[in-house]
């Protein structure tokens, strides 16, 4: 009777359970002081060199050690899906971690980085050289559009680096990898665009001052009423009554007034007419005294006179009662 061989048949899962626990931990993945590439690549040399080949393992031992931070960036690049779901492999987790992190899209950042690395002062040589090294490993040298137009590769980096113009080197920057076709679009475009803001701002400026000088005129003929009222006022004949230009004499108040200078009734003195012939100068007036005045009555006419006995003589007067 044959006998079985216990040792081929159950010892697979212990020794596989046995090999994971002894394996050392990954250290957790830091941007800030290593790059994704580096982090992948040690994680291949991981795996190998401890034999792991299942992407199931691969999986767990990456999720487990990768860290916090990447864990909760692997959740929203993987969402709406589970990182626990089985359709979530290993390979898909690092092409996607491979997307995020991707070098060649910063081409035109790194190499403005790259050329604007000077060297410190007190720096070693060796440190500066690294971090030169460090730079060049992601500016494309070998893999961008360019990698086989080495003169147009160095006119779009100088287009980059040597412009003093910021708003064409943020629009430069802001391309992957761009030719030296596209590259010199960009920056007619952004030139063009800059002339444009430009022309429109000046415009507006001149704009606002023209609305500012007409808003001025418009406040000072606001401001100034008063002479195109006067303008607009009735100037009438001076009033024989009283002698203002503001009104006809039918409407004056002093037609009935009784006058200081001559005692006639109809004017003031001011405008009486016999302080005025008194006035001018070099007339003679001559006077006489009044004795006796004779009163005759006549039938009634077209106008009021009066009979008076002047020097022996009888005179007829036209009485002056100021109306006309």
């Avoid at 009283?242 to 004017?267: D, Y």
């Amino acid at each position: 009777m044959a006998k079985s061989n216990p040792t081929t048949t159950s010892t697979s899962a212990p020794t596989s359970t046995a090999t994971f626990s002894s394996i050392p931990a990954l250290h957790a993945f830091d941007s800030r002081s290593t790059t994704w590439q580096s982090y992948r690549d040690r994680i291949n040399f991981y795996f190998k060199a401890n034999r792991i080949v299942h992407e199931d393992d691969k999986k767990a031992l990456f999720l487990w050690s990768v860290g916090d931070s990447t864990y909760s960036l692997l959740e929203s690049l993987v969402s709406p899906r589970l990182l626990t779901d089985e359709s979530s492999g290993f390979n898909d987790l690092v092409k996607l971690l491979d997307v995020h992190y991707d070098a060649t899209k910063n081409i035109m950042t790194s190499t403005y980085d790259f050329y604007s690395c000077h060297q410190k002062p007190g720096q070693p040589f060796a440190e500066w050289k690294a971090e030169l090294c460090e730079k060049l490993r992601y500016c494309g040298f070998t893999t961008s559009v360019l990698a086989t137009k080495s003169q147009d590769r160095a006119l779009r980096d100088m287009y980059v680096i040597g412009t003093n113009n910021p708003k064409i080197r943020q629009a430069l920057l802001k391309e992957q990898d761009p030719d030296l076709e596209k590259a010199e679009k960009i920056i007619q475009i952004a030139e063009r665009l800059e002339q444009d803001v430009l022309h429109f701002g000046n415009s507006c400026s001149v704009t606002n001052m023209s609305v500012a000088k007409i808003e001025q005129k418009k406040t000072y003929a606001v401001r100034s009423p008063l002479p195109v009222k006067a303008s607009s006022k009735i100037i009438h004949p001076p009033c024989q009554s009283c002698g203002s230009t503001n009104h006809l004499r039918s409407n004056c108040k002093f037609r009935e007034f009784v006058c200081n200078s001559c005692q006639r009734s109809g004017h003031l003195a001011r405008v009486c007419r016999q302080n005025k012939q008194v006035k001018k100068p070099g007339k003679h007036i001559q006077t006489s005294s009044l004795k006796y005045i004779t009163h005759r009555q006549q039938p009634a006419t077209g106008t009021a006179t009066i009979s008076l006995h002047v020097n022996g003589q009888d005179c007829t007067f036209e009485i002056d009662t100021g109306a006309y």
